[in-house]
């Protein structure tokens, strides 16, 4: 393991749904209670350190807005426990470590805060930040095989030992820059993540005024968990029923893009919460400098909608922008005419994959003689549609049924000539001769020879190596990785590489494919371990990714429990989606001269990107099959079209 990692942690925005998570939790007391919904999205600002084991927990910023000050205390539950309820920036990383020193067997920890660019005290939730990351940190360096889901139990614990006491939402930063919906009934809570179609382009403003929150809290809560009266009656109302109605749309606005419909809702659900729940809390709700700029005609050509953040009251002011031109004349009138402070929040939808690299320089040593006169890539086999075809052309096809914009073939030396001669098209006296079906292939090829970029790789220096060479290619954008020694079938109407992209899309995550594997043959593969995500435990949150282990190491470190067997192997199925950051490790790895075996290996970038950055792991409903070797080659030519 590293001495040292490098991890951030974004601040968050609630957008539309505030106080719902605690009214929510009030459902297992009262079963009238309708649960609480929010939408919740991590930021581009956030919290950036630098973590590694120690003796102590310790914290150390060279940040100025913790003026360089730094944390020394042992691991000492009791200890920390003080810390966390002295109050104070230090109670929130204390507050969290107790919490892990007394339900975890782990040591200290050392965490060098390098950078922050989240403003605080801005209902972006830098607490909730900080709590997420000493969870991580303890998490990461401690293989305490939490999930998301644990990483916000434990900063969301850890916070409330503080003062603070903030809610469930505020941890949801955990799930990094991607808006997802929050459910909270009674003690149980779940997240689904959104995919927006459109840029949003927030202004957050700091209004200069004052709210008491802990005023505003303690005045709502009265009217839980039974009402008492006919305004407590509203807050429910306002707080539950109204708010599930006003989220259900949100969602609908957000993932059809449909901003201007969106932005009407921000500005009903504000009408809604000053009508029936401000009432409670007239002297901190009534808000006079929020609803000024709510009102505010100027700022109004400019913007869809409006809201208060957090708490509401006169803390913080969000506006959605029309455009990022908008964005930037908001700002600077809140500057020079109202005296406030307002910073942008674009939150980016995840670019959808359009691009995919398949590396087919290998030789095929196994496979000779056969490959001296044909690259094992074009071996024969016998598509699902009863038609004959070489590998790559039904890796290929499937691309484009996937959406692909733009393929990378990475070739050996003097090999450009083979694929061209092969792509290029027939003479008009055999094209003609073709029966239609046959002709829709050929005409498929001509589509292809447009969408191939061709990248040499001069050196077989390894598979990390392969894929490195493909870097400008990628230009910093996700990009879809396939083997070109296989072919792979759906079970479903979704291709296998489909079933990728929509994974990244709702994660917006690098994820590696997998499926079971036998535990004797896990020494052929990699293999991967972690924490389920979701319910029908097809996404894994990875926590280790081992090269071709031996059985020992697999029985002591890779297992996975799932709903069916306690024993479960996941081996690498062949497909992966890599972001900059996977690219960004190869280039450190190669400049460094980090190999094993003699090469590059992307394993091993794969897994120091996993512990900086998170990565996912999904079981692909489908089968992968092999042409690399005489044997799986038969069973290919078998079994692929059954």
């Known amino acids: 393991?590293?001495?040292?990692?490098?991890?951030?942690?974004?601040?968050?925005?609630?957008?539309?749904?505030?106080?719902?998570?605690?009214?929510?939790?009030?459902k297992a007391f009262n079963p009238e209670i309708v649960p609480g919904q929010a939408i919740v999205t991590g930021i581009e600002q956030g919290i950036y350190a630098t973590v590694s084991k120690s003796d102590d927990f310790i914290v150390e910023s060279s940040v100025s807005v913790y003026k360089n000050e730094s944390l020394v205390c042992p691991m000492d539950s009791e200890k920390l426990r003080r810390i966390a309820n002295s109050g104070g920036f230090f109670s929130y990383v204390a507050g969290v470590a107790s919490y892990?020193?007394?339900?975890?067997?782990?040591?200290?920890?050392?965490?060098?805060?390098?950078?922050?660019?989240?403003?605080i005290k801005s209902g972006l939730s830098s607490s909730a930040a900080i709590c997420v990351l000493v969870a991580r940190a303890f998490n990461i360096l401690y293989a305490l095989n939490l999930n998301t889901m644990g990483e916000m139990t434990i900063a969301y614990y850890g916070e409330q030992r503080t003062p603070s006491r903030c809610g469930r939402l505020d941890q949801a930063c955990a799930y990094g820059v991607n808006p997802v919906c929050m459910t909270f009934s009674g003690n149980e809570m779940s997240v689904k993540p959104l995919k927006i179609k459109q840029p949003l382009y927030f202004v957050v403003a700091d209004l200069n005024g004052h709210k008491d929150t802990v005023k505003i809290l303690s005045d709502l809560n009265k009217a839980f968990p039974f009402a008492e009266s006919e305004q407590d009656k509203k807050v429910q109302e306002a707080l539950g029923k109204d708010n599930e109605a006003f989220i259900k749309q949100s969602c609908d606005y957000l993932e059809k893009g449909n901003l201007?419909?969106?932005?009407?809702?921000?500005?009903?659900?504000?009408?809604?919460?000053?009508k029936k729940v401000a009432p409670s809390c007239k002297d901190e709700l009534s808000a006079l400098k929020l609803h000024e700029i709510l009102k505010d005609e100027t700022l109004s050509q400019w913007i869809y909608g409006a809201k208060g953040v957090g708490s509401q009251g006169d803390g913080t002011v969000q506006l959605l922008a029309k455009n990022h031109e908008c964005q930037l004349k908001?700002?600077?009138y809140l500057k020079k005419v109202k005296k406030m402070k307002g910073f942008s929040l674009t939150?980016?939808?995840?670019?959808?994959?359009?691009?995919?690299?398949?590396?087919?320089?290998?030789?095929?040593t196994r496979l000779f003689p056969v490959t001296k006169a044909l690259k094992k890539d074009f071996f024969p086999v016998m598509d699902t549609d009863g038609i004959l075809k070489p590998a790559i052309l039904i890796l290929l096809e499937q691309l484009l049924q996937a959406g692909i914009e733009k393929i990378c073939l990475v070739i050996g030396e003097g090999e450009k000539s083979l694929y061209e001669a092969f792509f290029n098209p027939l003479s008009p006296?055999?094209?003609?001769?073709?029966?239609?079906?046959?002709?829709?292939?050929?005409d498929m090829l001509e589509t292809l020879k447009n969408k191939i970029t061709y990248v040499v790789q001069k050196e077989r220096l390894g598979f990390g190596h392969a894929v490195y060479q493909c870097r400008k290619f990628a230009q910093n954008e996700p990009v879809l990785l396939l083997l070109g020694d296989m072919v792979y079938r759906s079970n479903q109407n979704k291709n296998c590489m489909e079933q990728m992209i929509d994974a990244y899309e709702k994660t917006g995550m690098p994820v590696i494919s997998m499926h079971a594997v036998p535990e004797q043959d896990v020494v052929h593969y990699g293999i991967m371990?972690?924490?389920?995500?979701?319910?029908?435990?097809?996404?894994?949150?990875?926590?280790?990714?081992c090269e071709k282990p031996s059985v020992a190491y697999a029985q002591d470190y890779l297992k996975v429990t799932s709903k069916n067997s306690s024993e479960n192997y996941y081996a690498v199925?062949?497909?992966?989606?890599?972001t900059k950051d996977v690219f960004s490790q190869l280039e450190k790895n190669i400049k460094n001269d980090v190999r094993e075996r003699g090469e590059y290996q992307l394993t091993s970038a794969l897994e120091q990107t996993r512990k900086q950055n998170g990565m996912l792991g999904l079981v692909v409903d489908g089968k992968s099959y092999d042409i690399g070797l005489p044997e799986k080659y038969i069973e290919t030519i078998k079994n692929f079209n059954l």
């Open 347 to 364: 939150i980016h939808p995840k670019k959808a994959v359009t691009k995919a690299i398949i590396p087919v320089a290998g030789f095929g």
């Open 330 to 332: 908001i700002i600077e």
């Open 429 to 442: 006296e055999h094209y003609e001769k073709l029966p239609d079906d046959k002709k829709y292939y050929e």
């Open 100 to 119: 892990v020193c007394e339900n975890y067997s782990v040591g200290g920890i050392r965490i060098k805060i390098t950078k922050m660019d989240l403003p």
């Open 1 to 26: 393991m590293k001495n040292s990692i490098d991890l951030f942690v974004p601040g968050r925005l609630c957008l539309i749904g505030e106080h719902s998570d605690w009214a929510g939790l009030y």
């Open 573 to 578: 199925f062949g497909q992966y989606i890599l």
């Open 529 to 545: 371990s972690g924490q389920w995500e979701n319910k029908e435990q097809t996404i894994l949150r990875l926590n280790r990714i």
């Open 260 to 274: 201007e419909g969106y932005g009407r809702i921000m500005k009903e659900y504000q009408e809604n919460f000053d």
